[in-house]
Each structure stands twice: as C-alpha cells, then as structure tokens.
C-alpha cells in the first residue's frame, strides 16, 4: 500500500515516537507547546547519525568543503543586509468564519496540487488499459482532460507567480476566491485581505530594558556562513569553488506549523553554501542537484519517494531554486531546498558592513565577490523521512502481528541488542561481556527482561537491525544467534565473527563509498 493511502500514518508514527522514546512532545507536563518537540533516547541517536551521514558526506569527502559552527544570535544588521527583516514574510489569509490563518501561497499550491493528483489518477488509468504499449509522453501531450487541467494549471501558477513578484495581495485573494478554495475548518470562502507577516522571532540583548538592543534568532544558519567567508577563506587558504557546512538550530514564527515535526518554529537546518566564479552557477547547480539526490538515494528509502520541485516563486535571494521532495504520510512535501544565490548575500554584507567580501582570481588578476550555490536539508524533516519509511506493520506466518522500524541499519540508533536467553546460569556475563565488546564502535544494549520473543519485538520497534542471543551453548561453543531485524532469519555465528560482521553491516564506509 502506498503510504500515503493511509490516512492515519502520520497519527500511528507520533504514537510509536512517543511510546519507544523517539519524539515526545515539549514540557509534555505542563500540556506541551504546540509545535515544538523533544527527541527522546533513541530519537537523539538517529537525529545524530543522520546528522554525522551528513556531515561525512559533506566535509569529510569532498577536499574544499569545510565545516564551521557559528552562533545562533547575530549581529541585527545581518538580517538587514540578507533581506530577512523586509522581505522574509508570507502572505496570510484568515477565514472569518473559523477565525482559521492560512498561507495564501500553501493554499493555492494544495488546490494545483488536486488537480495534479487528477493528471496521475489519467495516467494510472491508462497506464492498466494500455499495459506495455503506454507512452506516457504521447499520453500527457494529447489526452484532451490532461491538456486541459495542465492548462488550468499553468495559468492558475502564471497569475499567483505574477502576483507575489509585484506583490499584488488583493489579486492573490481574488485570485482564491475565483478558485472556490474554502477553508478546511468551516467549510466557507469567507476570506480576509491577504497581509504580510514577518517570520523572525527577536528578543533583547542586554540586561536592562532601555539599553537594550533588538535581536533576532537566526532563520537560516546560513548568514553565519556568509559573515564568515573571509574568515574561513583567508585561514583556510581556500581557492574557488570552495564549499561552507555547517548545522545548527534555526527558528521561525510559523504561524500554521503543523503536521508532527515537518514545520516546527525551532528545527535544525543542515546547510552548506559552495562559493564559486560567477557565471558558473548553474553547472554548479545542476552539480549539487545531482549530488544530493545520490546522497538521498543511497540511503534506499526508496528511490520512488523522491522528486524535484521547480520554484516558481522564488526567494528574495535567488535566481533558480528547487525542491527535493519526499512522499510523506502526507503526500510529496519539500525536504531539502537547492539554491542559486548568486552574489546576492555577500554582496548585500558589503554594502551593509562596508568590508570587502572578495576572492582574488590569480589566473585572471582580478577580485570579484563570488556566487553561490547552497544546499539545504531540514534535519528534522529528514528525521520525519526516515521514519515514515521505516514504519510498517506486519503480520506474521504465525498469524501474529508486529511494527517494525526498517530505518537504515547505518542511522539506525541501537544497532546490536545482546539478549541472554535467561537471566542466570552465566548467560548475562557472557552477554555482557558481547556488548563489553562491540560499545567501543557501535551503539548497543543488552535487555535481559520477559521472554525472548517479546524482547525480539520491542527492538523491532526500536528498529534495532541486530539481535544477538546468547544461550546455554554459547558457554560450551563460543557461538551466539544473530537475527535479522528485517528477514528475522536467524543464524548460528561465532562471537568474533558476530562482532566483525556488525561492525562492518552499520558501518558508514559503505555508504560513502557509493557516493
Ligand atoms: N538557507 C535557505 C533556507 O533556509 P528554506 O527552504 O527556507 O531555505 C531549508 O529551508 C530547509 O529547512 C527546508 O527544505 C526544510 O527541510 C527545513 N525547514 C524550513 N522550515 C522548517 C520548519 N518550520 N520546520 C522544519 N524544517 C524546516
């Protein structure tokens, strides 16, 4: 079943991350804060070994990327000169019946998306009345419903593209209310003007009111990295093209953030910008496109689940943006961002700064500020990618039934679990002298409570890719059984071979390698 026929997948994943400590809502005892979530034991793990992939295959394979870590607070006037303090706004829409604030952009965009889903629904159709003798292309470009929704829905995007740019809100609501979209809550198209509302939270620094200044929790990590590409540059000794990672924390007022940890007001954002000779940014941007969507689909999540989203509406910053986006729960949604920033973000901390922000070109004997290419993954969407993916129930030969988390064995948090069959006659000794063995490469943890098979489950749902029993024959021959999280096949190994080949199933080597 494709995942999103399940209405309640994304209901059935925040009740698991909950119950085996990988997402729990924030200050839970005093009721929670909407939109904001802490990750538990096993929720930290994988956060961290998604974050370490990430980091891997950022800097530590590629020679002229290096990783910094700058701070959340900044100087204001960065986001005066990034364009954050004017332009960083969405337009909302409220509905005056349920009081309800939408995004204008998210609901024109969810209404072209219906009419999309009816273009796929054509396609699947005639895909089983033609079988092998399809052709897609021949199809969508003659098929009479399929021209005509197409139609609808580049003059549908033409007009809403044409409105933000000239920042025309009265057109856009118009533009709605002509759609017929009505509001999800009430039901009615009682819509107010369409407003701008800044998305950056500010507090104060300093300690007492009047002197105060204002200050902004950063948007992006990405203005840490522009303000520091002298720095990192001149130490660095690096020559264009040359790339800046770094991860950390970013924060934005969301005003509908929703759906679990997809659109939070306090997430983290792994970025990475690529400086490079202008009027080579668009090889390069093809470049990282490419190069994140390899990374993305080596981790087999399913190379189905992945497609690219061209922007039509375009980012104060940028002149050719796109979208890696996943088949959530809910649907196709936007992952990770790919961006042609030119020379704008730089240039912009000059003016503002008044310092050179250059590279001088040796071949060519001259300085020029250059152009970027950036790549931005939200690491909590990534999180969200990973788990809906990886959960799935099964029922068994036995008839009996179980969830199980297929995540990556690489990201998974718990990799080995070292079960004694019984909780006496040497058998926890032997085990924990196994897991004495492997806790210096791998994460892994001994559980010694209820029967074997309901220990086998709750790593399942742990998403544990490696049990490891030790029994009575473990202390005359030295050999254990390991099982497979996904096969559930279970084999009879010795306790050094166990130990090599976990090290060598999780180990990420293996995957950088196909990079
Ligand atoms: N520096 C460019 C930038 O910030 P963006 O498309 O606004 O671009 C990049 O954000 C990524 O950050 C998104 O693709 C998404 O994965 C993640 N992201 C953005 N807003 C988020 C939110 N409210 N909650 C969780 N992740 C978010």
């Given amino acids: 079943m494709a995942k999103n026929d399940d209405q309640n997948l994304l209901k059935k994943i925040i009740a698991h991350s909950k119950e085996y400590g990988y997402v729990f809502p924030s200050s839970e005892i005093y009721d929670g804060l909407s939109a904001t979530y802490d990750y538990g034991q096993y929720g930290a793990e994988l956060k961290k070994n998604i974050r370490d992939y990430w980091w891997k295959a950022m800097v530590q394979m590629n020679e002229n990327i290096v990783g910094i870590d700058a701070s959340i607070f900044m100087h204001p006037t960065t986001w005066k000169a990034s364009g954050h303090v004017d332009a960083f706004n969405d337009p909302m829409i409220d509905n005056k019946d349920s009081k309800k604030r939408y995004r204008a952009d998210v609901l024109i965009e969810d209404f072209v998306a ?28 003659t098929n ?24 025309n809100f009265d057109d856009l609501k118009l533009l709605i209310e002509e ?25 104060e620094l300093g300690a007492v009111t ?109 002149n050719a943006a796109c979208d890696i986006e996943f088949n959530f729960p809910m649907g196709f949604k936007e992952l990770e961002g790919i961006h042609s920033r030119t020379d704008f973000d730089l240039k912009a901390h000059e003016e503002f700064s008044g310092k050179k922000l250059q590279f001088f070109d040796s071949e060519e004997e001259r300085s020029y500020v250059p152009y970027v ?30 969830i199980v988390l297929r995540i990556p064995p690489v990201l998974a948090p718990v990799k080995a679990a070292v079960l004694p069959l019984v909780n006496k006659d040497g058998l926890p000794e032997k085990a924990r002298e196994i897991m004495e063995e492997l806790k210096y490469s791998v994460n892994v943890q001994m559980d010694v409570k209820d029967a074997i098979g309901r220990r ?47 090290e060598k199933a999780v180990d990420l080597k293996q995957l950088l390698k196909t990079l």
């Fill in 144 to 167: 009479g419903r399929v021209l005509d929704n197409q139609k609808k829905i580049d003059t549908i995007n033409a007009r809403f593209k044409k409105d933000i740019e000239e920042e």
């Fill in 210 to 318: 009047e002197g105060a200044s204002k200050i902004y929790l950063r948007p992006e990590t990405a203005q840490g990295i522009f303000v520091n590409y002298l720095n990192v540059q001149k130490t660095g000794r690096l020559k264009l093209p040359f790339g800046i990672a770094q991860t950390g924390k970013a924060f934005r007022n969301e005003i509908i953030a929703r759906q679990f940890i997809f659109r939070m007001r306090e997430f983290e954002q792994m970025e990475m910008q690529f400086f490079i000779k202008p009027g080579t940014e668009m090889e390069w941007y093809e470049n990282w496109k490419e190069k994140r969507i390899n990374w993305h689909k080596s981790l087999g999540l399913g190379e189905e689940n992945y497609r690219f989203h061209d922007h039509l509406n375009l980012a104060h910053y940028a």
């Fill in 114 to 141: 219906k009419i999309e889903a009816k273009i796929d629904k054509e396609v699947t159709k005639a895909e089983k009345r033609f079988g092998d003798a399809f052709n897609k292309e021949e199809f969508l470009s």
């Fill in 373 to 402: 290419v950036e790549t931005s993954i939200g690491l909590d969407r990534m999180f969200l990618a990973v788990l809906s993916s990886a959960y799935t129930e099964e029922t068994l030969e036995d008839g009996s039934s179980r």
């Fill in 179 to 203: 759609l017929g979209i009505a509001c999800p809550v009430s039901g009615s198209k009682n819509w107010t003007e369409v407003k701008q509302f800044n998305l950056m939270f500010s507090t």
């Fill in 456 to 502: 086998y489950r709750r790593q399942d749902a742990i998403g544990t890719p490696y049990c490891i029993t030790v029994d009575h024959q473990t202390l005359e021959d030295g050999m254990v059984t390991i099982r497979e999280r996904d096969s559930m096949e279970q084999r009879r190994v010795s306790v050094d071979e166990v130990v090599a080949e976990i």
